[in-house]
């Protein structure tokens, strides 16, 4: 080994789903080129295979991939089954609940609760799967968080509180490209390691045609898809409200996330009419997001509010219409739009109904010029400056988020001597 760094030998276990992997990765690159630690990122063979991906030819040396021999048959699972991606979660029910810890002001509805932890008793799966999982993690030395301290202080308050251990908040876990300069010509397609459904020239090329804020981008994530009624509902409502929109849309709840799309999800000749009026741009598979969020003619993201695109739509300074559906998105969504005033709700889970009218009424007021919708827009551009000014690394100048990563380091290279 050449450098005195090289002992120095970080192994990073990543949850098995494309929302978790790619933060990890962008958090090894982070720790490797602040210290020139050897990382190790360890995983199954097709998420290995998924993350050396995003590299795209551009291997760094000191971040290594390590596969670890798993079946997924032995676990009850289809062939190949080694990611989430296909395994999304409903929410359900509306009853409201108080957790400890919280103050009485921070109610929750059971909807907020993924149906296996609504089911947990003890003796099921989910809690034998879960529960040693959070037992150990309590026994670590200290927590990383892909958050901004400025952004979240009471949810990291209560969170160094409860365990009673060093938390650092490291994020946002995003290209550093695009937090220095937006319109940076950052590779996203390597980033995100996916085939695009549009090439990101076309989706520029189509939001450069319309005018600032003027834009609804429209994501549910990979992981995640509507129902049938609810995709005609929010099509005949984006309609309704006339506003021009790029849709990331994949087959509704059902069918193979993966199949062709069929025009029979939609209203009838719906995808003409939007080309024709140059209303949407319809995106079947994956879509540059950073580079659509970043665009000046973006004005909101209609979301399912998982934390990384949440992370990245507040770091451009983009509103949010949530439409949480699986994991911990109702309480992102809730956090959105109770303590940061950045979103509002539209529905909620996959069993909701939800209406073509109520579309449209959500979309106006959102991306409205004035009352809410500005009120909204001058919130999320202050989230946005407090995010750019936590990755300031600028000589003797550091933001929060710099040198949290700069204490952990520390922390850890101490811990090992």
Not at 104 to 128: I, M, N, P, Y
Not at 340 to 362: F, H, N, Q, W
């Amino acid at each position: 080994m050449g450098s005195s760094n090289d002992y120095i030998h970080i192994v990073m276990v990543p949850f098995m789903a494309h929302g978790h992997l790619i933060p990890f990765l962008a958090l090894a690159k982070q720790i490797h080129h602040q210290t020139g630690f050897n990382i190790a990122i360890a995983n199954t063979p097709l998420n290995i295979q998924y993350l050396r991906s995003t590299l795209r030819g551009n291997p760094i040396p000191s971040i290594h991939f390590l596969e670890l021999q798993f079946n997924s048959s032995d676990h009850g699972l289809p062939p190949n089954t080694e990611n989430t991606e296909n395994l999304s979660l409903d929410l359900i029910d509306n009853e409201e609940f108080n957790v400890p810890g919280f103050p009485d002001r921070c109610k929750f509805h059971v909807s907020q609760l993924h149906e296996f932890l609504r089911k947990a008793d003890g003796t099921d799966l989910w809690s034998k799967f879960m529960q040693p999982q959070i037992l150990s993690s309590f026994k670590s030395f200290g927590w990383l968080c892909n958050t901004v301290e400025e952004i979240e202080p009471f949810g990291l308050d209560l969170l160094r509180k409860y365990i009673k251990s060093p938390v650092w908040s490291i994020g946002p876990l995003l290209p550093k490209s695009w937090l220095i300069n937006s319109s940076a010509p950052a590779s996203v397609r390597q980033h995100a390691g996916k085939e695009p459904g549009t090439s990101p020239e076309k989706c520029v090329q189509w939001l450069d045609m319309h005018s600032d804020d003027s834009v609804l981008y429209i994501s549910f994530g990979s992981q995640n898809t509507i129902s049938p009624s609810q995709m005609m509902e929010l099509a005949t409502g984006l309609e309704k409200a006339g506003k021009p929109f790029v849709w990331v849309i994949r087959p509704p709840l059902g069918f193979d996330l993966k199949a062709e799309f069929k025009p029979e999800w939609l209203p009838e000749g719906f995808e003409d009419r939007m080309s024709r009026n140059n209303q949407g741009l319809l995106v079947k598979n994956w879509a540059p997001q950073l580079e659509i969020l970043s665009h000046r003619s973006t004005g909101a993201f209609l979301s399912h509010c998982g934390w990384n695109s949440t992370m990245e739509s507040l770091s451009q300074g983009v509103k949010i219409i949530g439409w949480p559906l699986a994991a911990e998105q109702a309480y992102n969504s809730k956090m959105l739009v109770e303590e940061m005033g950045v979103a509002v709700e539209l529905t909620r889970g996959v069993r909701s109904s939800i209406s073509s009218d109520k579309v449209k009424e959500v979309i106006e007021m959102v991306m409205g010029k004035e009352g809410k919708g500005r009120d909204m827009k001058r919130k999320a551009q202050e989230i946005a400056e407090h995010i750019m000014a936590a990755v300031k690394d600028e000589g003797n100048e550091k933001g929060s988020s710099i040198k949290a990563l700069d204490d952990f380091v520390s922390t850890i290279t101490t811990a090992r001597k």
